[in-house]
Every structure is written in structure tokens, then in C-alpha cells.
């Protein structure tokens, strides 16, 4: 009944830079945090960064002053700026949102099917 779609992932020089975006939608009663996680070829899965309702942040060290991350609350999308991009930084990047379906219900994680981010010349 929820379904997360991530869109903008390409390719890009090293240097450039990409935003995706999250969009959040089925039944929805609250998001209380989204994220975008990444996993390069080889790699484990990895936070790049996470936004709390209340706009609290937070930032994989390899990230910090390059990306950023905003949500929409009333249009329930998340999105995550990437500047100066590095080879390194090629994966698929996922969104995950905290999702609560009821009043009462605790929140129960989501996750979208990805979308591939190349940085490469």
C-alpha cells in the first residue's frame, strides 16, 4: 500500500552534479524520517544521509558538505543534492522512508527499488 519511487539518477562527469528525488505515496499517514541509502557493486549497503519530520539531518562522513538533503512534507518527497561528484559515489542509491498507515501504528520502513547514479568520464 506505500510505494516509494526514486527518480533523476544518470550519468555524470566527475565534478558535476545530480538531485534525486523520492516521491512517497499509498496509504499514508505519517512519515516520521527518509533517507537515501547507496550500494556500489561489491559494497555493503550505506546511509548517505536522512531527514527526521522535524528536519533533523544527518550525513555519511564521505558526503558531508557535498550532498544535501530536503524534504517536502506536504507533497511526502525527499530529495538529495549531489555536488562534486566522485567516481566513488557511483551505486544505486535507494530511498527508504519510516512510514506509519494508522493513527496508532508505529512506523514500519519502506524502500524504493533504486536508481543508478554512474560518475565516470
Known amino acids: 500500500q506505500v510505494q516509494l519511487v526514486e527518480s533523476g539518477g544518470g550519468l555524470v562527469q566527475p565534478g558535476g552534479s545530480l538531485r534525486l528525488s523520492c516521491a512517497a505515496s499509498?496509504?499514508?499517514?505519517?512519515?516520521?524520517?527518509m533517507g537515501w541509502y547507496r550500494q556500489a557493486p561489491g559494497k555493503e549497503r550505506e546511509l548517505v544521509a536522512r531527514i527526521t519530520s522535524g528536519g533533523r539531518t544527518n550525513y555519511a562522513d564521505s558526503v558531508k558538505g557535498r550532498f544535501t538533503i530536503s524534504r517536502d512534507n506536504a507533497k511526502n518527497i525527499v530529495y538529495l543534492q549531489m555536488n562534486s561528484l566522485k567516481p566513488e559515489d557511483t551505486a544505486v542509491y535507494y530511498c527508504?522512508?519510516?512510514?506509519?498507515?494508522?493513527?496508532?501504528?508505529?512506523?514500519?520502513?519502506?524502500w524504493g527499488k533504486g536508481t543508478l547514479v554512474t560518475v565516470s568520464s
Open positions: 527508504n522512508a519510516l512510514v506509519s498507515t494508522t493513527l496508532y501504528g508505529g512506523g514500519m520502513p519502506y
Open positions: 499509498g496509504s499514508i499517514f505519517s512519515i516520521n524520517a
